[in-house]
C-alpha cells in the first residue's frame, strides 16, 4: 500500500503477488479477497487488464454471497473495466452492485452505509457513459455521486470518504471538460483542489491528482504557461513523497509535463522530460509504451531540436504500431505516417516522403476523420496539423527547383495553395463549429438531426480513444473480445452517423456546407473572381513565407521567401506603430512610418509574383499571420 501512495508499480506488484500466494490457503475471505483486489487494481495501472480483471473477479467470487462487502468493490471495479474499455464488463458488475444495494436496503445498516454505495455505483454508471462519450447523460451521475460523496465524509462511515469526495468532483471536472464547458470545469477543478488542500494537504496523492485535472482543463483552454506551473507542481509533490523515477505516476506527469512545454514552443525542456521518461522505463518496455509510445509531440520535439534520425526511429516506430492495430486509414495512423514522413521530408527521402504524405493528408483533413478524434485540446491537434502542412509545403515548394517540367511545376504550385487552404481550414472549422448550434436555432428538425448527428460523433470519439488504448497495449496484455466488442460498437455508430449526414446534406444542405467548408483550388479561386481581378494570397511557416497570385486569367505566379514568423512579426510590428500609435500627446511623437522596411516586404513577397497580379484592376488579398495586421497597399 505504501508503494501504491508513491506510484512505485514494481514494488506493488512484487509484494502483492507474494502476498496473494502466501494468502491462497487462507479461509478467512476477507484476507485474501482485499489482497487480490489490491493486486487486481494494481495490475490495471500497469497496463495488464487481462490479469487484472482475474484477479477482482476471484476476489468478488470468494466474497459469499450473504456479504455486502462486495457491494462497494464491484462498483470500483466497474469503474476500472470502463476505463480499460470493457464496457460489457463494466456493465455486468454495476448491474450486480445494483442489485446487491436492493438487497442490502431492507437491512438495519443500510441507512448508514447507503451514501457510501450510493456514491460508489453512480460513479460507475457515470464512468461507462463517459467511456462510450454520452457526457451530458453522464452529468448528472457525477453530481449525484458527488452530493452523496459529500454526505458519506459528513457521515464519516468510510476510512477512504475524503479520498472519495476528490475523485468524485475531479471526475465531474472531467466531463465538464470533454463537454467543451471549459470555464465550469474549471470552477469544479479549482474547488476540489481547494477541499485536498485544505483536508488532506499539499503532498498527498490525491492532492496530485485534482491538481493533474486543473492542468488538463487549463491545457484545454490554451493556456500552457499556467498548465505548465501546476503539471511541475504535481512532479514536486511525488518527488516529495518519495515516488521513485521510474513510478508510473511521476512518468504520467513528466508526459503532462512535456505536452505543455511543446504546445509553448520550448522544445529543448520538452524533450529533457521526453528523454526522463524514456531512460526512467526502459527495463519496463509495456509500462513505457502506454505512458509515451503512442505521443506524437515526442518525434515533433525530437525534430525541432534536430535530433530527425532519433524522430525518425520513433515515428517510423509508432507508424508500424498504429498501422497494425489501427489499420492504415485510422486517423491515428494517418497522424503517425505523416509525421514519419515530415522525418523522412528532412532526410532527404523525398519521393518517399511525398508517398505518405500523399496517402495521409486525405485522411487528416477528412472532416468525419478530424471530429471522431478524443482531444480535450483542439488547439494542440491543430498545431501538430500545422506542423505538417508546413512540412509538405516546404517539400513541396523546393522541388520546383529540381528540372522538372513545367506542367509539373504547375501542379507542384496547385497542391501547395490546396494544403496551405488546409491549413487556414482548421482555423474556420473551429469558429464554425462553435457557433454551428446557433445556426440551428429555428429550425426543431435541423436542431434534432444536428443533435444526434453531433452525439454519434461524440461516442464514437470516446469509444475511438478506448479502442486506441487498448491496441497500444502489449499482445500479451490484449483482450480480443473486448477490442472486438468496441469496433462493433464504433461500426453501429458510424452507420448511423453516416445515415444522419446524409439527412442533413439532402434536407439542410446550406448548413453542411457551413459546417464543412472544402478547401479551395486554384481553379475555384479563379471562378470566383471578375474580369480584370487578382487573387493574392500568403501562408507563413517558421521558416517562409509563400505567395500565390492568381489572376483571372493567365498564368499563376508562386513565391517560397525565405521570411519566418518571427521575423515577419517584428517587421509589421514596426511599421504599425506609425499607423497605431496608442497614448500619444502630440502629431510629432507619432513614429515615422518606415518605408524602408515596407518597401522591403514588397520586394520580398510582391515583386517576386508581380507578373500574376501587376495588370490587374483590382486585388483580393487572403492574408495570413502577421501579414493579416497591415493593409499590403501601405507597401
Sequence with gaps: KAANVIGDAKQQLDDLKKAAGLASTFTDFNIRSNILTDLGLAEFVAGDAYDAKKHVEKALEIIPSTSFKSLGRSGGFAVALAAAGDLVGAEKWVSFAEK????????????????????????ARA????????????????????????????????????????????????????????????????????YALTRLGRHSPETAFAIGKLAIVISGQGRYAEAEKLVGAVSETYRTIGSPANSWLWAIARRYLAETLVHQGKWEAALEEYDTINKALSAQPDILQTVIGADINWPIALFQVGRVKEAHLVAKRMFNRQLKALGETHYGTAMARAILATTLAELGETKLAIDHFSFALPILMSSSQFSETESVSRGALEQQLHFIFETYIDLLSGQRHTGLDSQIKKDVIAETFLVANMARRQTVQRALSASSARATTGNPELTDVVRRE??????????????????????????????????????RLRSARATLKAEIDDKFPDYA???????????????????????????VTKRRTYVWAIPQEGEVTFAAVDLGEKELAGTVSRLRAALDPGNVATIGDIPDFDLAAAYGLYEMLLKPVEAGWKGAKSLLVVADGALAQLPLSLL
Design 513 to 539: 456546407v457551413l459546417i464543412n467548408p472544402q478547401p479551395a483550388t486554384i481553379e475555384q479561386a479563379r471562378l470566383a473572381l471578375r474580369p480584370g481581378a487578382a487573387l493574392i494570397a500568403t501562408y
Design 454 to 491: 453531433q452525439d454519434a460523433q461524440k461516442q464514437i470519439a470516446g469509444l475511438n480513444a478506448l479502442l486506441v488504448d487498448a491496441l497500444s497495449r502489449p499482445e500479451k496484455q490484449r483482450e480480443q473480445r473486448v477490442v472486438a466488442d468496441l469496433r462493433s460498437r464504433i461500426n
Design 127 to 194: 464512468s461507462i457513459l463517459d467511456a462510450q462519450g454520452l457526457y451530458a447523460q453522464a452529468e448528472p451521475l457525477h453530481r449525484s455521486s458527488l452530493k452523496y460523496s459529500k454526505d458519506t465524509v459528513i457521515r464519516k462511515t468510510s476510512r477512504n470518504a475524503e479520498h472519495s469526495r476528490v475523485w468524485a468532483q475531479a471526475l465531474l471536472a472531467e466531463n465538464l471538460a470533454n463537454q467543451g464547458r471549459l470555464v465550469e470545469a474549471e470552477i469544479e477543478a479549482r474547488e476540489v483542489l481547494n
Design 100 to 123: 446487491k444495494l436492493a438487497e442490502a436496503s431492507t437491512q438495519d445498516f443500510y441507512k448508514k452505509h447507503s451514501s457510501k454505495w450510493l456514491s460508489n455505483i453512480l460513479r
